[in-house]
């Protein structure tokens, strides 16, 4: 049985412990990515919207709103299922905790594509400044 708050719970399958995540954590975590998600979407949306006015800005938007979106849809289930994985083949927690950061600054980086695409679609349009009298 599981408990309130409980990530994960351990079964046995044919004769081997095994331990999953329950469904209320895989939602709960999801759950907390909500705002983020509809701001995504809407960014996502909106550039959709402007396509015909701004292509390039809108484009900029898009993507960097889609990559952004795809890290955090994919982000906690990548980590869960390396976590699994190697726990399953008998890694050390070191080897986990390496694979960890590795796949944080995977992450980090991609993040920062997204990023890069956002300021670009926030400053790209500008021209040059007028200069003042």
């Not at 990515?33 to 015909?52: K, Q, S």
């Not at 849809?73 to 726990?87: A, D, E, F, N």
Request: aromatic share 8%; with cysteine.
């Amino acid at each position: 049985m599981v408990n309130p708050g409980q990530q994960s719970r351990v079964i046995t399958v044919d004769g081997k412990e095994a331990e999953i995540l329950t469904i209320e954590s895989s939602w709960m975590d999801y759950l907390g990515r909500a705002p983020m998600f509809l701001v995504l979407v809407g960014g996502m949306v909106y550039g959709l919207i402007t396509w015909n006015r701004h292509r390039s800005v809108s484009l900029f938007a898009f993507l960097g709103c889609l990559i952004m979106l795809v890290l955090q849809l994919g982000s906690p289930y990548v980590t869960t299922s390396v976590i699994h994985q190697m726990s399953r083949e008998g890694a050390t927690s070191v080897e986990i905790a390496n694979a960890m950061a590795r796949l944080g600054l995977i992450n980090s980086l991609l993040a920062g594509v997204g990023m890069a695409f956002l300021l670009g679609a926030v400053f790209g349009w500008r021209k040059a400044a007028i200069p003042h009298p």
